[in-house]
């Protein structure tokens, strides 16, 4: 096999890209083929009369105070999370009280979440916290069961002048959950194998609350089958055990 030695003439470095070749690959830039033609967005009914208002409410930057839970030296970490739920429980009878209310498990389990409970039944999560509101200080991320259905209630709280306030609620069938910046990314299964459901909910700033930002159907490659994704609606603030992420 012949060798590629140096060229020492600096007449040949202009030729270096040409007898490169005989070298073999040198990472040079080769034709992909064919390429589609790129095509500009083709906007239709261009005289359609735009909407003047939405026709599905999300509850976007809907906040809440959390009413009879205190923040001790305005420190979130010092707010118990179980009395949070607890709160929300409180603030919503229809939902939790009553044989015939949607969530009545999680109000008749939310004992077992004290002491001397079972705490294999309680149905709050390990509450997170992480600075998400951009002002230096830790915000509380939280879930729990919402029971007997198959759904998670995942809510953001911030401390504004000594209140716990509430500033973003989701309720869905929810297969995973993540932190990412100023956002939380809600993952949920879809009946159609090997898609899935990712909501990203943002702070922003003028509005002080956690704003939808992305509604997306992604697909995963896993074949498992889903399950119905429950309509994303938003829900008062309630509690979870004391932890740190």
């Not at 939790?96 to 999560?125: F, H, M, N, Q």
């Not at 709280?157 to 869905?172: C, G, I, K, P």
């Not at 509604?215 to 994303?232: N, Y």
Request: with cysteine; aromatic share 6%.
């Amino acid at each position: 096999m012949p060798l590629c030695r140096p060229l020492r003439t600096t007449a040949v470095v202009a030729l270096l890209l040409a007898t490169a070749v005989a070298c073999g690959d040198t990472g040079a830039l080769r034709g992909a083929g064919a390429t589609p033609t790129a095509t500009s967005p083709a906007r239709l009914w261009p005289d359609l009369s735009p909407a003047a208002s939405p026709v599905y409410d999300f509850d976007e930057a809907d906040t809440q105070t959390v009413r009879g839970v205190t923040v001790p030296g305005n420190d979130i970490r010092a707010v118990d999370p179980i009395a949070v739920v607890r709160a929300e429980i409180a603030a919503n009878p229809g939902d939790y009280d009553g044989s015939k209310a949607p969530y009545r498990g999680t109000a008749e389990l939310i004992g077992d979440c004290a002491k001397g409970g079972d705490r294999s039944k309680c149905p709050v999560l390990k509450p997170y916290y992480r600075d998400l509101t951009g002002d230096g200080r830790d915000d509380l991320t939280l879930g729990f069961r919402l029971l007997p259905t198959s759904m998670t209630a995942v809510r953001v709280y911030t401390v504004e002048n000594h209140r716990l306030v509430q500033v973003m609620a989701n309720d869905d069938a929810v297969s995973g959950v993540e932190l990412a910046g100023r956002s939380v990314i809600i993952r949920s299964p879809s009946e159609l194998a090997g898609y899935e459901y990712r909501v990203q909910w943002t702070w922003d700033a003028d509005q002080k609350a956690m704003l939808l930002t992305h509604d997306e159907f992604l697909r995963t490659g896993s074949r498992k089958h889903g399950v119905r994704r429950a309509t994303p609606t938003p829900v008062p603030a309630t509690p979870s055990p004391s932890a740190t992420s």
